[in-house]
């Protein structure tokens, strides 16, 4: 029972093995969702913190032993289940399930547990609702040191449906952070519909159910039973969206909100939306100065780059052949505007802030150039990447913060967007959506001839790799 299972990690702390849930990515080219299996046993070494432990792993696995105990469970008998973990798909297959968006200020702790038996979520359960509230001040805990420790913006993601766990989280915040209670009301039967199917489908609580109707069930039985308890937020700062996820019209309530932080909040959930559709990313065609190894400028595209820019043409137009609303986004530099110029049939919007990284008294210089001239400046770079500015010019921090509005533009979309963009920029959208921390945005690999399809939607964030130049 969950009870049980919780109890023995968090206050006996006297459990021996664990097996760990591990997130699966499908083998084949298709989206598919990270969804957890359990690998393991694995002798448990040490406790960490509140809310983690240190496993015994083997050291093939090269993955890092300490573990969230929602990741996970408590191990039945003595017989290895899955003693070895799956292969990672390719690099270029890979799809990630993304649950944050850090170093944009926003965290989100998700609440979700694997294998939950139903009566857990009923109100008249005092166990099954000590539980559930045991796990909540746990993962508040976890997140409140997160913040203590410099995050600005946590997002506590759980259901919170009654005063009285609202009241309790605010009691734990107290003196530490302010609150903000988000609400989302749907009244739209579809949509309601939609979303459960999604969720059984691709929960991880339901990885394990294989009968879909059974799955159906129970979810539905367990959205009645928080129906029952279910109090609107009154407490507090709060905002609440009101039939906003349709995109026709809906309502934005905000009560007792104020300052820059909370103001950015509400501009961002007034612009966001979970409506599926893709962004395609890619760096323009080769360019000549690519050839030449020089850096920033603003010229042509080469013959290759050239071949890139008719492949792209025919491969946008196939995808997006249903997709009348769909738009193209270049920066304001030739060689993303001549790479868009065999795509017809959808509009296209130049950016400036979608300009390459401006290398500054560096621009038209190669990489060997400026490590002779400026020895320096070169080393500089070297160190600090992602704070180093060109001089005259910008830095990567400098280039994420110029992105702000074409993010915010991105996600107010409905269609699917091309963007056509440069290397260093490329890096910090994509970090973006992917969920890639601050620090390693200037070392993403971003190749050339490569298109990054990045899937929005309900169900969270998950990518595609086409490569069409081999
Ligand atoms: O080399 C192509 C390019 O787009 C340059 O114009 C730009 O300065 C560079 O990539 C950015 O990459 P990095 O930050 O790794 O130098």
């Given at each position: 029972?969950?009870?049980?299972?919780?109890?023995?990690?968090l206050?006996?702390?006297?459990?021996?093995?664990?097996?760990?849930?591990?997130?699966?990515?499908?083998?084949?080219?298709?989206?598919?969702?990270?969804?957890?299996?359990?690998?393991?046993?694995?002798?448990?070494?040490?406790?960490?913190?509140?809310?983690?432990?240190?496993?015994?792993?083997?050291?093939?696995?090269?993955?890092?032993?300490?573990?969230?105990?929602?990741?996970?469970?408590?191990?039945?008998?003595?017989?290895?289940?899955?003693?070895?973990?799956?292969?990672l798909?390719?690099?270029?297959?890979?799809?990630?399930?993304?649950?944050?968006?850090?170093?944009?200020?926003?965290?989100?702790?998700?609440?979700?547990?694997?294998?939950?038996?139903?009566?857990?979520?009923?109100?008249?359960?005092?166990?099954?609702m000590?539980?559930?509230?045991?796990?909540?001040?746990?993962?508040?805990?976890?997140?409140?040191?997160w913040?203590?420790?410099?995050g600005?913006?946590?997002?506590?993601?759980?259901?919170?449906?009654?005063?009285?766990?609202?009241?309790?989280?605010?009691?734990?915040?107290?003196?530490?952070?302010?609150?903000?209670?988000?609400?989302?009301?749907c009244?739209?039967?579809r949509?309601?519909?939609?979303?459960?199917?999604?969720?059984?489908?691709?929960?991880?609580?339901?990885?394990?159910?294989?009968?879909f109707?059974?799955?159906?069930?129970?979810?539905?039985?367990?959205?009645?039973?928080?129906?029952?308890?279910?109090?609107?937020?009154?407490?507090?700062?709060?905002?609440?969206?009101?039939?906003?996820?349709?995109?026709?019209?809906?309502q934005?309530q905000?009560?007792?909100?104020?300052?820059?932080?909370?103001?950015?909040?509400?501009?961002?959930?007034?612009?966001?939306?979970?409506?599926?559709?893709?962004?395609?990313?890619?760096?323009?065609?080769?360019?000549?100065?690519?050839?030449?190894?020089?850096?920033?400028?603003?010229?042509?595209?080469?013959?290759?780059?050239?071949?890139?820019a008719?492949?792209?043409?025919?491969?946008?137009?196939?995808?997006l052949?249903n997709?009348?609303?769909?738009?193209?986004?270049?920066?304001?530099?030739?060689?993303?505007?001549?790479?868009?110029?065999?795509?017809?049939?959808?509009?296209?919007?130049?950016?400036?802030?979608?300009?390459?990284?401006?290398?500054?008294v560096?621009?038209?210089?190669?990489?060997?150039?400026?490590?002779?001239?400026?020895?320096?400046?070169?080393?500089?770079?070297?160190?600090?990447?992602?704070?180093?500015?060109?001089?005259?010019?910008?830095?990567?921090?400098?280039?994420?913060?110029?992105l702000?509005?074409?993010?915010?533009?991105?996600e107010?979309?409905?269609?699917?967007?091309?963007?056509?963009?440069?290397?260093?920029?490329?890096?910090?959208?994509?970090?973006?959506?992917?969920?890639?921390?601050?620090?390693?945005?200037?070392?993403?690999?971003?190749?050339?001839?490569?298109?990054?399809?990045?899937?929005?939607?309900?169900?969270?964030?998950?990518?595609?790799?086409?490569?069409?130049?081999?």
């Amino acid at each position: 029972m969950v009870v049980d299972r919780w109890r023995h990690y968090l206050e006996r702390g006297n459990a021996s093995t664990a097996e760990i849930g591990v997130g699966i990515c499908s083998e084949s080219n298709e989206v598919s969702k990270l969804s957890p299996r359990y690998y393991g046993p694995f002798t448990i070494l040490a406790k960490v913190g509140k809310v983690a432990y240190r496993l015994q792993l083997p050291e093939e696995f090269q993955i890092h032993p300490v573990f969230h105990i929602s990741l996970l469970k408590r191990a039945v008998g003595n017989e290895p289940m899955n003693p070895t973990l799956p292969s990672l798909p390719e690099e270029g297959n890979r799809v990630e399930e993304l649950e944050a968006i850090l170093d944009r200020g926003l965290c989100m702790i998700s609440m979700s547990l694997p294998d939950i038996e139903l009566h857990t979520f009923r109100g008249d359960n005092p166990e099954g609702m000590e539980a559930r509230n045991e796990v909540a001040a746990l993962a508040m805990d976890d997140m409140i040191a997160w913040m203590q420790e410099g995050g600005q913006v946590g997002i506590f993601d759980a259901t919170n449906s009654t005063s009285k766990r609202r009241n309790m989280l605010m009691k734990m915040a107290e003196g530490k952070c302010k609150i903000i209670f988000l609400e989302t009301i749907c009244n739209d039967e579809r949509i309601i519909e939609r979303n459960i199917r999604l969720k059984i489908q691709q929960s991880p609580d339901y990885a394990e159910e294989p009968d879909f109707e059974a799955g159906y069930r129970d979810f539905k039985k367990r959205l009645e039973n928080y129906e029952k308890v279910y109090e609107p937020v009154e407490e507090g700062s709060y905002i609440k969206m009101i039939d906003m996820v349709s995109g026709q019209g809906g309502q934005i309530q905000v009560n007792n909100i104020s300052g820059y932080l909370p103001g950015r909040i509400v501009f961002f959930l007034v612009n966001t939306h979970l409506t599926p559709r893709p962004i395609l990313l890619t760096r323009h065609g080769e360019s000549r100065d690519n050839v030449r190894g020089r850096i920033g400028g603003d010229s042509s595209l080469s013959d290759t780059g050239e071949t890139y820019a008719k492949k792209l043409a025919n491969f946008v137009e196939k995808r997006l052949k249903n997709e009348r609303a769909a738009s193209i986004w270049t920066s304001t530099l030739q060689r993303t505007i001549l790479t868009a110029n065999s795509i017809v049939g959808f509009p296209k919007i130049q950016w400036r802030a979608l300009d390459e990284i401006n290398a500054g008294v560096c621009d038209g210089m190669t990489y060997e150039e400026i490590k002779k001239n400026m020895p320096e400046e070169y080393e500089s770079r070297r160190k600090d990447k992602l704070r180093y500015r060109y001089p005259r010019g910008e830095s990567y921090l400098d280039v994420i913060q110029r992105l702000e509005p074409v993010i915010i533009e991105l996600e107010r979309q409905r269609a699917p967007v091309v963007v056509i963009s440069h290397q260093a920029v490329l890096r910090a959208l994509y970090a973006y959506f992917a969920d890639r921390p601050l620090k390693e945005v200037p070392h993403i690999e971003m190749p050339l001839h490569t298109i990054i399809e990045i899937q929005m939607g309900v169900t969270g964030v998950q990518e595609k790799r086409y490569k069409l130049m081999d």
